[in-house]
């Protein structure tokens, strides 16, 4: 998302006005009740669509900026890594180099949707009922073919060309109420557009089965097992079968019927066997860190768990549990097989990045034998994994807050500040910036950084703001940071005098 200058193959340069593109981003997140039909119109190669580079990533910015305010967006660390890097290693099997944004979404329905200018959504629904990382990348892959595949643009392309144009007015209204209520958004916008829906039907079901097809190589480029599409739809099915009101939101946008779930096995038995079998091992903490954030860590089945993964479980258990001082001293004892986990397997990140998280929450409360335990060796563990994962935004933002409670603060800040040179992440990095200044008293440098994140999510009316506020406040406290300020100014100076909106 921060490298919106890239060139891009096979775009013909064609104005397009910014409404209709924001109809087809809506379609994109509501496509739920589209399907059923038959009679596919043809809907030419994806090479031959037109449209404007600059209006899809204005269009991007409007969408990434709507999933900012109105969605409930993960923040954690670590679940971002994992979804970040595992969708990003899939993109990049997809032999195209657009950009792509992804974001997990706090919501329990088992979905993911992609939106304009690559901008990808996985709940944590989906992420929760997946037993295996091939099943998360079968779905993200098939999200990742619909952004290939350029099927926003190609909807906008049949659209327009039947003529269902509408008013600026109608279709901001109908995103923003279908963010709550997506069936009350379609009303908006069917009434708003007339619009045909059984052409909408057709448009869609061959645009899933594109998505399918290609989803499938993309992810067996990429090293997971080709045959987890068809069944983890399979599967789903299967289960919805004898709970008709609980269909899984991903269900109704992508109906399961036989002669799909057959081609996708067809596809998958042609391929021959993987050479790069990859075998990433941290879903299962992942899922845990999933349930701790929904507070249903009290429903996981313990019998699943390794004695590391119940230490785990039992440390995020800790981590939100509302602890007597007394209780909260014992709880340091569970500190021992997290280090030890730790230590055991030095690739696997995510038992020392809880085991500072732990370390943080004793360092609140000021109880100091836990610190004089473990923050050495915690330092130890942390500052290795760094080297060898060098953009793994949990373990970056793990060990600046170590360095933080060593009270090696600049340290910490710099450690934050590397991280800004990787292309990924930055409104996360950003904000961990704003918030370390705000802990340290520096309200301009927050508020700095805090224009600086949205700048990384393209909502320069929002920056521009910070950006105000940091200026009038560096004058008042003299943080020293005005040439900071007037380089911001003068590297966005065309977007912040018009911001958010497409020329
Ligand atoms: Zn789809």
């Not at 990433?280 to 845990?288: E, H």
């Not at 004058?475 to 007037?486: D, H, V």
Request: aromatic share 8%; net charge neutral; charged share 20%.
């Amino acid at each position: 998302m921060q490298n919106k200058n890239r060139n891009q193959q096979g775009y013909k340069i064609k104005k397009r006005s910014l409404t209709t593109w924001l109809s087809i981003g809506f379609l994109s997140l509501q496509c739920g009740q589209l399907y059923a039909s038959d009679n596919l119109p043809d809907l030419g190669s994806p090479d031959l669509v037109e449209y404007d580079l600059q209006t899809e990533q204005s269009l991007g910015r409007a969408f990434t900026q709507a999933l900012h305010t109105q969605f409930d967006l993960v923040q954690d660390p670590e679940i971002l890594n994992y979804i970040r890097q595992l969708s990003y290693h899939i993109a990049s099997n997809s032999g195209n180099k657009r950009d792509f944004s992804f974001y997990v979404i706090n919501n329990d329905s088992i979905n993911a949707f992609a939106g304009p200018n690559g901008v990808i959504g996985i709940h944590t629904g989906l992420i929760a009922k997946v037993d295996k990382a091939d099943e998360l990348a079968s779905v993200i892959a098939h999200e990742i073919a619909h952004v290939t595949q350029q099927h926003l643009s190609r909807t906008y392309e049949y659209n327009s060309t039947q003529g269902s144009l509408n008013s600026f007015a109608t279709l901001i209204a109908a995103i923003l109420v279908g963010m709550v209520d997506p069936n009350a958004g379609m009303a908006t916008l069917m009434g708003g557009m007339g619009m045909n829906m059984q052409d909408q039907l057709k448009n869609s079901r061959e645009h899933e089965k594109e998505a399918d097809n290609v989803g499938i190589q993309i992810m067996y480029e990429a090293g997971y097992d080709p045959h987890a599409m068809g069944a983890f739809f399979g599967k789903l099915a299967k289960e919805s079968q004898f709970n008709a009101l609980q269909v899984p939101e991903i269900l109704r946008t992508h109906p399961v019927t036989l002669s799909r779930l057959t081609a996708a096995e067809n596809r998958a038995q042609v391929m021959p066997p993987l050479k790069i079998r990859k075998q990433p091992n941290d879903l299962t903490l992942i899922k845990l860190r999933v349930a701790a954030l929904d507070k249903k860590l009290d429903q996981v089945d313990q019998r699943q768990l390794t004695s590391d993964e119940r230490c785990y479980l039992d440390n995020l258990n800790q981590l939100t549990a509302k602890l007597s001082q007394n209780k909260f001293k014992k709880s340091a004892d569970k500190l021992q097989c997290l280090q030890q986990a730790a230590q055991k397997d030095l690739l696997q990140p995510l038992y020392s990045t809880l085991l500072i998280e732990r370390l943080q929450q004793f360092a609140d409360r000021h109880y100091q034998p836990a610190l004089d335990k473990y923050l050495a060796k915690a330092r130890n563990l942390i500052e290795y994994q760094q080297d060898i994962w060098p953009t793994n935004l949990a373990v970056r933002v793990r060990h600046a807050e170590l360095l933080e409670m060593q009270n090696e603060s600049e340290k910490a800040q710099l450690r934050l500040q590397d991280g800004l040179q990787q292309e990924h992440n930055h409104y996360q990095i950003n904000n961990y910036l704003a918030q370390f200044a705000r802990r340290h008293h520096q309200e301009a440098t927050a508020n700095y950084y805090q224009a600086q994140a949205q700048v990384a999510i393209g909502n320069y009316a929002r920056a521009k703001h910070f950006i105000e506020q940091a200026e009038i406040l560096n004058k008042q406290n003299q943080e020293g940071i005005s040439q900071k300020i007037n380089y911001f100014k003068a590297k966005h100076e065309d977007k912040l005098r018009k911001p958010s909106k497409p020329d």
